[in-house]
């Protein structure tokens, strides 16, 4: 009876194990980074509750990756003029992968939810219309963002935007729900780096970069 207890007691344990290593959360601020401009404003980038889930491909190829992104990207202008500040608000991955099977490798990247919160926030022409200059919180927007890029040949590093708003004001946040991501072509693992970049209208720019998601 003892030795069934011990065996009992260490399967509590592993399993216990096993669902604290996988149930880590990405809940509240998981990156930032802060520039003083050129007019001694300070510009703040910073992504909140990122979350990559990594699926099994729809289409069921070993040669394709298949994610769902959830997460917020914030910026806060501090300082002298703030309240005038004039920019975009860019998000987007550095998708490194090791080699291809001697084919292009195509990234596809779909947002039907993306919501604003902030002070005169406007969407870039293409990704779904133009918002009052006023605090505001939208529902989701149809359509969304869809965009195709090349990657090329394996290996290598390339940095994609999927997305960008105009900013104004001294603060505002942008949040994308369930995007919905793939990668064909890869014979290796993926891994994908989320960042979020700020761009005032004077040229001065901040960009933070998240930890590498494995997409394998």
């Known amino acids: 009876m003892k030795a069934i207890s011990r065996v009992l007691i260490a399967l509590v344990a592993a399993i216990a194990a096993l669902f604290t290593s996988t149930g880590t959360s990405h809940a509240g601020l998981d990156n930032e980074l802060s520039l003083v401009d050129g007019q001694g404003r300070t510009l703040t980038i910073q992504q ?89 919180v939208t529902p989701p927007l149809f359509p ?31 949040a994308v729900s369930n995007a919905h991501g793939t990668v064909t072509g890869a014979a290796g693992g993926v891994l994908l780096r989320p960042y979020a970049r700020l761009i005032a209208s004077t040229g001065d720019s901040v960009t933070t970069y998240g930890a590498p998601w494995n997409m394998n």
Do not use: C, M
Not at 52 to 61: A, S, T
Not at 144 to 169: H, K, M, R, Y
């Open 144 to 174: 969304g963002v869809s965009i195709s890029a090349d990657l090329g040949n394996g290996p290598g590093i390339q940095e994609v935007a999927t997305f960008a708003v105009d900013v104004e004001g001294a603060e505002g946040t942008v």
């Open 48 to 136: 909140w509750d990122t979350f990559l889930n990594g699926v099994f491909p729809l289409d069921r190829n070993r040669l394709t990756r298949e994610w769902f992104h959830s997460g917020r990207a914030k910026y806060i202008v501090a300082g002298e003029g703030a309240e005038e500040f004039e920019g975009s608000l860019e998000l987007g991955y550095q998708i490194g992968f090791p080699w291809s099977l001697g084919v292009g490798i195509n990234f596809s990247y779909t947002t039907p939810n993306i919501a604003f919160d902030g002070e005169g926030v406007n969407v870039i022409e293409g990704v779904g219309g133009i918002l009052p200059a006023e605090g505001i």
